[in-house]
């Protein structure tokens, strides 16, 4: 992508209106844009951030062997009614009637609507256990929508629901939707600590939020220090150890009962990017959603569902990954790996060196952002700091005169000067 021809709409100043750090720089980046209070428009750098965070996601809930349907934002009423949630969900639900004066609603989260499909086809144990998942929009009317898409009223969720036959088998797919969880934010370069968190009616431990730890997180959360010697970047990390380690939010910690010695309990605030939840038969029962075992008896099925925010990742990322210039995006997730930065391109030299070696690296499949417009190299710099593309390729007078480029890493400032074919190879990789 050529920045001449690209839309992004970077602010000089820091926008009033943003009390934390990832608000502040989506907005200066020109990621998003906001259109009512909690409700964003996602402008090309962001919407690229947005894709990939979501395309991970997916790719892990399919690694795990859940299936990508799409449910709609608009549902009827009446599932809600059966099950017995559209009184109890109260004024965060946004209720519409229809030109026929049906009540109608913007789906807050979708467990009514997926035991529906459920119901409608599943009649066999045969046919578990099934895991189904979709990336959509939600509607929830927050009191205190704010930081930006941290806490949004619209906002883009991952969720799944699994179907068993009995509770060991639930108790599978949650184990299993749990390390599938760790994959997924260890691909983002992030630390999500698994939290005991309020579980439904059914009471036990089926019930943790995955929790990065920020001073402008929204949760209070405790945990034993043992977790800042766990390796959350290796690629399995032990699930064993980990659940044998304390952690809660705040609702669910009761210092009477807390097994970690005071000296060792550490007290922090966090980000809820995760959500998994074991519920039984709470909408299966309502909703008469049942299959016939294998002494042909026929059996409410089994639930779990499993939430990940896709939009407020986007924010919790930035929280994690940033600087006092901008953002140091994690490759996995950066809107572009390179930044193309060419220098006095009105000298024809230049002007080739750095056309060309854009067009190699389009033909390398490598996603460049290329700076070729005339504004200052000082302000060039400064914008490519902010928006924190991981690698850096400057072209200038000297490069032409000495065969070389500046190759630079954002997050770590090193800096190596290579000549175009190397550089090339490097960033294909
Ligand atoms: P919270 O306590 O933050 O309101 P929740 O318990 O209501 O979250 P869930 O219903 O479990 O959230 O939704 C799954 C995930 O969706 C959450 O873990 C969170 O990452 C995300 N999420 C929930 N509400 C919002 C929101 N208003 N804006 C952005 N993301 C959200
Ligand atoms: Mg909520």
Do not use: C, H
């Given at each position: 992508m050529r920045v001449s021809r690209y839309f992004m709409p970077v602010l000089r100043e820091d926008p009033a209106?943003?009390?934390?750090v990832s608000h502040r720089l989506m907005l200066r980046c020109g990621m998003i844009q906001q259109a009512a209070a909690g409700i964003y428009n996602w402008l090309p750098l962001g919407f690229r951030v947005l894709r990939k965070v979501e395309q991970i996601c997916r790719e892990e809930m399919e690694r795990a062997g859940a299936i990508e349907i799409l449910m709609p934002t608009i549902q009827p009423a009446s599932w809600w009614k059966e099950s017995g949630r559209y009184e109890a969900y109260g004024k965060e639900m946004l209720r519409i009637r229809d030109r026929h004066d049906r009540e109608m609603l913007y789906g807050p989260t979708n467990e009514e609507n997926v035991v529906d499909i459920f119901r409608r086809h599943v009649k066999s144990?045969?046919?578990?256990p099934l895991n189904l998942f979709h990336i959509q929009w939600k509607f929830r009317d927050e009191i205190r929508p704010r930081f930006g898409v941290m806490r949004g009223r619209e906002f883009l969720m991952k969720d799944a629901y699994s179907f068993d036959l009995d509770y060991e088998g639930a108790k599978r797919s949650y184990e299993n939707m749990f390390v599938a969880y760790l994959r997924t934010f260890r691909r983002m370069g992030l630390v999500a600590i698994p939290m005991i968190a309020e579980s439904g009616?059914?009471?036990?431990?089926m019930s943790h939020e995955f929790q990065i730890l920020a001073s402008t997180g929204e949760s209070v959360v405790y945990y034993d220090?043992?977790?800042?010697?766990?390796?959350?970047?290796?690629?399995?990390?032990?699930v064993g150890r980990l659940t044998s380690l304390y952690a809660a939010v705040e609702e669910r910690h009761d210092p009477e009962k807390c097994p970690v010695p005071p000296e060792r309990l550490k007290k922090a605030r966090g980000i809820e990017v995760g959500h998994i939840f074991y519920f039984g038969t709470k909408y299966s029962r309502p909703m008469g959603a049942t299959v016939s075992g294998p002494d042909g008896r026929e059996v409410y099925v089994e639930m779990g569902s499993y939430g990940i925010g896709v939009s407020r990742l986007v924010g919790a990322i930035i929280e994690a990954h940033h600087d006092e210039k901008g953002i140091v995006w994690?490759?996995?997730?950066?809107?572009?790996?390179v930044a193309l930065i060419g220098l006095r391109l009105d000298d024809e030299a230049c002007r080739k060196m750095a056309d060309g070696l854009y067009e190699k690296m389009l033909n390398a499949g490598i996603e460049v952002l290329y700076?070729?417009?005339?504004?200052?190299p000082g302000s060039k710099f400064t914008t490519m700091e902010l928006i924190g593309i991981p690698w850096q390729v400057v072209v200038g007078p000297r490069s032409v005169r000495q065969g070389v480029v500046e190759l630079k890493h954002r997050a770590t400032g090193e800096s190596f000067e290579l000549s175009p074919e190397a550089v090339l190879n490097r960033l294909a990789g």
């Open positions: 209106e943003a009390e934390i144990y045969r046919q578990l009616p059914i009471g036990g431990n220090a043992a977790f800042e010697e766990i390796d959350f970047s290796v690629d399995e990390v032990d994690p490759e996995s997730v950066a809107p572009f790996k700076d070729d417009t005339d504004e200052r």
